[in-house]
Structure formats: C-alpha cells, structure tokens
C-alpha cells in the first residue's frame, strides 16, 4: 500500500461514454500528478498540481480534464475518448514545490487505472 | 532534445547472478535523476541521486551517478525472483516546469528460480 489509491482499477468504455478516475492520497502531500502508461512508451506526465493550482498541462487533448478540488483528492473526467487512449493511468503525489526539502520531487504513485476504449 | 534512454530494454538472469542498469540522460540544468520499481502496476521509489560518485544502498540494491558522463547504474547483487519487474529511470532538470519528470522507457528484468 503506497498510500496513494486509485479507483476504480479497471474501466471499459465506449468512446461516447463520460466516466472519471478519482486519486486520493494519505500521505499529506501537496502535489498531485495525472500520468499515462501506454506499452513500450515511458510514462508521460499530463497534469501537475500544486497545492491545487494546475503548474502542468503537457499538451494534453480537451477531451481529458483534470479537477483538484483538495490536495487529497485528483480527478480525470473522461469524455469522447478515442481507442489509442487506452492505457494504464497512474496517479501519483509528492511534498509540493514549497516543502523546500531535495525530497519534495519524490513521487509516490498509486496503482493506476487500467482503461480500455472501445 | 532532452533524453533518459535506459538499456537494456530487458534481460533474463537466473536466482543468485547480479544485475546491472544503466540509465543515461541528456538534459540542461540537471537537478536529479530517481529510479522506481514497477512489479505490477504501482511503480514504487527506489533512489533520488543527486551528487556525482555518491553510492546510496538499500539491501542488495545500489546505485550511483556520474553526472559528468551523464548516467547511473542500478545494481541488484544475489537476485531473487521477487527481483523480478520493470524498473524505471527518471530525471529532473530545474529548466522545466515544477515537478516534472522525464522518465526512460524502463528495463524489465526477468529473474528464473
């Protein structure tokens, strides 16, 4: 258990479909990190927010959209998804960017979303 | 264009040999470069290097950077199948935008009884 929980763990939509993940973290961080994990490609960084302001937006498409009402809680709202968007979506946090601390940048990550498009 | 490339992209070793990754990086303004475990699906903090020829170690695992080469090495000695899993180089540069993380494609190493 990282302290970091992602649901749900799997997701099957269609690409009319509006469905969202939701992140919550334990461990008293301030930042909050949306990633996608497709095969044989490095994860890629898509938002970060820091004490809920979004800092990163990684020219992610429109059709993802991220909300960080807290700095527990991160969502991905999910609407007319195309198939190459299936992959596994990691949620992750850390310190936040005022801890002032060389540790403030270790990410600790949650299980992530398995989600396939159809 | 900034770069992590990790190799070898995958290996197979039995119980008992030593492994060794290799992570290389070409980026401005290097800040620091962390390497993570992926076993299943949560990659989990293994190392944050910072400081060039400083080893750190956990267990059977080390690690250390050569920032003037440009890589580090990941060291696991007298492996274990539970070794087994997808490990990940990641590398921050104080040029990007906070709390970014550029991350290589991973090595995944396969450990037989």
């Known amino acids: 258990e990282t302290g970091v929980t992602q649901t749900p763990r799997h997701l099957v939509m269609g690409m009319t479909n509006k469905k969202s993940l939701k992140c919550e973290q334990h461990?008293?961080?301030?930042?909050m990190y949306w990633y996608k994990q497709s095969a044989k490609k490095p994860l890629e960084l898509m938002f970060v927010?820091?004490?809920?302001?979004?800092?990163e937006n990684n020219s992610v498409p429109s059709r993802f959209s991220p909300e960080c009402p807290n700095s527990s809680h991160l969502f991905l709202h999910l609407h007319t998804l195309q198939p190459e968007d299936s992959a596994l979506y990691l949620c992750?946090?850390?310190?936040?960017?005022?801890?002032?601390?060389?540790?403030?940048?270790?990410?600790?990550f949650g299980a992530g979303t398995r989600l396939s498009v159809l | 264009e900034d770069k992590v490339v990790q190799s070898p992209l995958s290996l197979v070793v039995h119980e008992g040999d030593t492994v060794t990754l290799n992570c290389s990086y070409e980026?401005?303004?290097?800040?620091?470069l962390l390497w993570y475990k992926q076993e299943k699906k949560a990659p989990t903090f293994l190392f944050m290097l910072t400081s060039s020829g400083i080893e750190k170690k956990s267990g059977r695992l080390s690690s250390i950077l050569d920032k003037k080469e440009l890589f580090s090495i990941l060291n696991i000695t007298a492996t274990q199948t539970g070794d087994s899993a997808v490990y990940l180089c990641?590398?921050?540069?104080?040029?990007?935008?906070?709390?970014?993380?550029?991350f290589g494609a991973g090595t995944q190493v396969v450990v037989t009884p």
């Open positions: 927010y820091n004490f809920k302001e979004q800092t």
């Open positions: 990641a590398v921050e540069a104080s040029q990007w935008s906070w709390g970014k993380l550029q």
């Open positions: 980026v401005t303004n290097f800040r620091s």
């Open positions: 992750a946090s850390s310190q936040g960017e005022s801890s002032g601390s060389l540790a403030k940048n270790i990410q600790y």
């Open positions: 461990l008293g961080h301030n930042a």
